[in-house]
């Protein structure tokens, strides 16, 4: 009895056999649109209003199992699937590089499983998701910022017990997280917590803003984006919406400082005020720094490349 739905299943499982080199039509009938149920989309879509109507609150959702195992920024990955849309421009970067294995992968299955395009600047997206960075390019309105994070409990390093910990959030008590804070301040003479350093959100809630490095906090108080905060693992998802507060905790007397090595610059387009990491060669005497951000070093290359040809025509 060969119905019409019948029909088409036969029809998609023989265009699958003669389509299993990855070509577009097989993609395109075999997958949904951005690989998730729309069931689990709307979930997590749920969880994301949640997160944006009370800033800096963790919301638990069921997290998927995906095809990147949870840790490898599978609720990052989630999130993108979930709000992407047919008009959308994606920008995966990993370290803030965008040809990093995890960021190729990733990028490569939002791709594929929506078929929208891709592009390494930040000018071109509306949809960039990241670990560890936030991209040096001014992000806008038309930006949505999704962080993957692995441990999204800023308290887990002053508290283990789970109750304990939601009755601190529920209370707003972070009598211990300052404590720690003077702790690490006394024994080490400056706080030394560089990713992950705790901001209270919209003066409510504490969070993690791990993975990002203390050079990009200034980025989210007062943001003209969205961020969106994703942990697989951990089944997290939290958010900072636009024009909220994101004060680091740090003391009236410590005012609170991003990572800065003087006399430091890139090695590749000579910047002195974009994050920089230090390359270590086995010749301690030949390490290097170089922009974190590998796709604004590059275009500030090209940049400075023309307009020295100029000078020289
Ligand atoms: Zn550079």
């Excluded at 949904?32 to 969880?47: M, Q, T, V």
């Excluded at 590089?97 to 390494?120: F, H, K, M, Q």
Aim: aromatic letters at 6%.
């Amino acid at each position: 009895m060969n119905t019409p739905l019948l029909q088409e299943i036969l029809g998609n499982a023989s265009r699958t056999d003669t389509n299993l080199d990855g070509s577009s039509s097989f993609k395109a009938q075999t997958l949904n649109f951005g690989l998730l149920d729309e069931y689990s989309k709307r979930e997590i879509r749920r969880a994301i209003l949640t997160a944006v109507a009370v800033p800096g609150y963790q919301v638990p959702f069921g997290s998927r199992e995906m095809p990147v195992a949870r840790g490898w920024g599978s609720g990052g990955l989630q999130i993108s699937l979930a709000i992407v849309g047919p008009d959308d421009v994606v920008k995966v970067i990993d370290q803030g590089d965008d040809e990093g294995v995890n960021a190729v992968n990733l990028r490569r299955l939002i791709v594929s499983s929506t078929g929208i395009p891709e592009s390494t600047t930040p000018e071109d997206s509306t949809l960039i998701q990241t670990r560890h960075r936030i991209p040096e390019d001014p992000l806008d309105a038309r930006h949505t910022l999704v962080l993957q994070v692995p441990v999204p409990e800023p308290l887990r390093g002053v508290e283990r017990d789970m109750r304990e910990l939601a009755r601190m959030h529920a209370e707003a008590d972070y009598a211990r997280m300052w404590v720690s804070l003077y702790e690490d301040k006394v024994r080490n003479g400056v706080i030394t917590r560089t990713t992950g350093y705790p901001c209270l959100v919209n003066s409510r809630y504490v969070i993690a803003t791990t993975p990002i490095p203390r050079w990009d906090i200034p980025r989210l108080h007062q943001s003209e984006f969205l961020s969106l905060f994703g942990a697989g693992r951990e089944k997290r998802i939290y958010a900072v919406p636009p024009h909220t507060d994101v004060e680091p905790l740090t003391f009236e007397d410590v005012p609170f400082e991003v990572e800065k090595t003087p006399g430091a610059k890139c090695r590749n387009c000579a910047s002195n005020n974009t994050f920089l990491v230090e390359v270590l060669a086995t010749d301690v005497r030949q390490s290097y720094w170089v922009c974190s951000d590998s796709d604004w070093c590059r275009r500030h290359r090209e940049l400075s490349d023309s307009s020295s040809q100029g000078l020289m025509t």
